[in-house]
Structures are given as C-alpha cells and as structure tokens.
C-alpha cells in the first residue's frame, strides 16, 4: 500500500515570496490533516479536511495560509507571502475515517522542508 | 487547553540499556495517548496507542501504560539498540475530530 506523498522535499524561499506544497493522502482516506513542525517543536495542527470540507482550521494563520482540498483527494497548502517564523517542516497526514472513530491511526508523510531567507 | 509536556533530551544510551522517557499530559475529556517516532530522513510512524485508563500499549519491545491517577504515559523499552536511535513523541487525541496534540519530542541516542 503506498504511502502518503508530498512535494516538493525542500524548498528554499525569500520572504514575501510564495510557495506551495502538496500531498496525496492514502488512497480511500477519508480524512487529511496539515501540521507545522519548527525545529525543536512538536507538530502543531494548521489544518484538518474531512472528505473536502474543513473541519478545524483553528491554528491556520489565515491571513497568509490558505489549502484546499478539491474531490476529497489531493490537498495543497499556501503561503503568501511567506515570512522568516514559516521556517518548518510541513507535515501530510491522512487517516481512513477521521470524526467520530476513536483509536484511529494518522499516517504522515516524509515532509516538505521549507526555509524562509 | 489540552497540553503534552515529555523529558527534553538528548537521551544518550548504550546499547543493550533500560529506556525511559516520561510524558504527562493535560487533557479536558477522556484523551487517547499515542507514542510516535521520527527515525531520521523519515516521516512520523505510529509506534504504539492506549485509548483508556490503565491499557498498555506495546510494540517492537517498547511499552507504555495509560495512567490516568498521574496523567502519564511512559515510554520503556528493556534494552535499545542502535537502530532505535531517532525522535520520539508522546501526543493524545481528544474529541470527536481525533485531532493529535504533540510533545515536544525527545530524541534518542544510542553508542554501541
């Protein structure tokens, strides 16, 4: 069974640049999430899909985040502009179920590194 | 709001050593508790779960018992090898969205 994809691995940028990542989920998964891991962090949630409807995009700053989920498949996160604190390691992560299912496993991907110069 | 707090490391092993790595945790419900690890150049994998009070969550030697009377959870292994050497993160899950919460991470070194 394949894995969780994303794109590109690295990625180096000037600040107020633009960038965008993408990631496809495990086939038939119905739920996907984006983390932001900065170095010596944790993964902190920016954003969760379920099928393509947003279910908690509490921590995404809006302002200069934005992603979406077009067919409940593919998903792509943004930035624009970028700033020197997105400096990160931006994580897929799809599960098959999501809401409501407890015990549920999330599978990551390897991650698109992003440097802000 | 719901929190993971786990030992900072380096934790710097020889092999064939006792582990342990501490993790208590903050939560409003009744979470679910997870240890994930980091291996380097790969992504995150799910290495054990607990999903209520007193279950023990165990894999590849490594154990974990969801304590609730002290909000812990715990990470053992009898004896590591090198090849456990990565990042490892304790996080809990809670309400209906099964959104993770993480640690920090501890990172794991172990000389042969």
């Known amino acids: 069974e394949a894995g969780v994809a994303q794109s590109p691995r690295y990625k180096i940028i000037e600040k107020r640049q633009s960038v965008a990542f993408w990631c496809n989920p495990i086939s038939g998964h119905a739920t996907l999430y984006w983390y932001q891991q900065i170095l010596g962090q944790g993964p902190k949630l920016l954003i969760q899909f379920q099928n393509n409807g947003v279910v908690d995009d509490s921590q995404l700053p809006k302002d200069r985040f934005s992603a979406e989920r077009l067919k409940g498949v593919d998903s792509t996160l943004k930035i624009q502009p970028a700033k020197l604190e997105d400096s990160a390691v931006y994580l897929c992560a799809s599960s098959l179920f999501g809401r409501g299912v407890l015990q549920e496993t999330q599978y990551f991907g390897p991650g698109t590194r992003l440097l802000v110069l | 709001g719901d929190s993971v707090t786990q030992m900072e490391g380096p934790v710097t092993l020889s092999e064939e050593a006792f582990l342990t790595i501490n993790c208590t945790y903050t939560?409003?419900?009744?979470?679910?508790l997870f240890w994930y690890v980091q291996y380097p150049g790969e992504g995150l994998q799910l290495l054990l779960k607990?999903?209520?009070?007193?279950d023990k969550g165990s894999n590849k030697g490594f154990e974990a018992t969801y304590r609730k009377e002290t909000t812990s959870f715990h990470l053992e292994k009898g004896s590591v090898q090198v090849s456990d050497s990565a990042v490892y993160f304790c996080a809990l899950s809670v309400g209906g969205f099964q959104k993770l919460v993480f640690g920090t991470g501890t990172r794991l070194l172990v000389s042969p």
């Open positions: 607990a999903t209520k009070a007193d």
């Open positions: 939560a409003t419900g009744y979470p679910s």
